[in-house]
């Protein structure tokens, strides 16, 4: 089961719970995935990490080759869907915000090669509706998934699936 991570997974362990020098073998593990083609990012979650310039940017770059991967045109077909269902359930703000980032990507390049999203991101309650009977609030990854019909998983359940031991 193959999954496509956000970049919350890899900046939210570098700086709160997986710092390099007290966890190696989260990164050691997730580096031995993407060689194995467990696991993969879109090309926009590198340049997040990229412009920190610091560890985690190193991390990537030596890892970019086996990692990150470039939307193809089945991918790029699943982000339009994406930034439709957008435009057509978010207010502008929002929207504006999801489509500039690698978000949207993440979820297409899951539906496109039936992968599972890991993010550290959590389903919101989208009963409320904002201006222009659109949904308000930021737009979260669980809540696009389950409107696209891809799984997803945090980065805790995706280390346990894949017995990654930080050692």
């Not at 770059?61 to 077909?77: H, I, T």
Request: hydrophobic share 45%.
């Amino acid at each position: 089961m193959p999954y496509c991570l956000d970049a919350n997974v890899y900046i939210e362990a570098h700086r709160r719970y997986y710092a390099f020098d007290i966890a190696p073998g989260f990164w050691e593990g997730l580096s031995r995935l993407a060689e194995r083609r467990a696991i993969c990012s879109p090309i926009l979650v590198y340049e997040e990490i990229a412009d920190s310039g610091d560890e985690l940017a190193h991390w990537a770059n030596v890892n970019k080759d086996a990692l990150f991967v470039q939307p193809d045109e089945a991918v790029q077909d699943v982000y339009r869907e994406i930034a439709d269902l957008a435009v057509r359930l978010y207010e502008p703000q929002h929207v504006q915000e999801f489509l500039s980032g690698a978000d949207p990507w993440v979820i297409a390049q899951a539906k496109a090669y039936n992968l599972v999203v890991v993010t550290m991101e959590v389903r919101k309650h989208e009963q409320n509706q904002g201006r222009l009977g659109k949904i308000a609030g930021k737009i979260q990854i669980p809540n696009v998934c389950e409107k696209v019909s891809v799984a997803y998983i945090d980065t805790f359940t995706l280390l346990r699936n894949e017995r990654v031991v930080l050692r």
